[in-house]
Every structure is written in structure tokens, then in C-alpha cells.
């Protein structure tokens, strides 16, 4: 779906110290909340605004969640800045216009 958007994949993690290895050369993040091994994206999340050597700590992150309904959880995501939430399905269109919105606040 992000190529069809006309984005490049730059890699694909399934962990949360995978996430954060392979953001070095991404301009934009796409991270389920629920990732292998009983990690978190959240968790990622954060250790990528957290880690300021890197020089795009800052890029858009967008949360997919089948889980955006749990108490508190959506409201976690979003206090990680440049972030939107998608809820699960994740539509072309709702894709589209979160990461145009995110990349409208650059």
C-alpha cells in the first residue's frame, strides 16, 4: 500500500530494536502497536524520538492498531509528537492522509 502511495519501503522490522535499527535511513515510520516477541511500537516509538544522534529522530510516525479502542491507548500514541493513528483495517485513503498531514507539518 505505501508504494502505491508513491513512498519507498526503505526496510521492514518486526521488533522493537529491529524498528529502531532501521529508521536510520527512513523519512517516515509505519509501526503496529503489537510487534513480535511481545514487543511494543509505542516502546519504539519512543527510543526513536528518543535517540538524538539520529539526524530524523523527529520523522512522522503513523501507529496502525487493531487495539486504538483500549482505554488510554490512543491517547498514548499521540503524545509521541509528529504522530497520527490509523485503527485497523488501514484503508489507502486514511494512509493518504495521514502521512500528506504529517508531512504538511514539516
Not at 508504494?3 to 517516515?28: D, I, P
Not at 511481545?38 to 503513523?62: F, H, Q, T, Y
Request: net charge negative; charged share 20%; aromatic share 4%.
Amino acid at each position: 500500500m505505501i508504494r502505491t502511495l508513491g513512498y519507498k519501503v526503505c526496510g521492514t522490522a518486526a521488533t522493537e530494536s529491529a524498528a529502531v535499527a532501521e529508521v536510520a535511513e527512513c523519512n517516515a515510520v509505519l509501526m503496529d502497536f503489537r510487534l513480535a516477541g511481545g514487543g511494543s511500537g509505542l516502546a519504539a516509538a519512543r527510543k526513536i524520538r528518543d535517540n538524538a544522534d539520529m539526524e530524523n529522530a523527529d520523522m512522522p510516525i503513523v501507529f496502525c492498531t487493531a487495539y486504538a479502542e483500549e482505554a488510554g491507548l490512543a491517547e498514548q500514541m499521540l503524545a509521541v509528537r509528529h504522530a497520527a493513528l490509523i485503527p485497523k483495517p488501514v484503508s489507502r485513503a486514511k494512509l493518504e492522509q495521514a502521512l500528506t498531514q504529517l508531512f504538511a507539518g514539516d
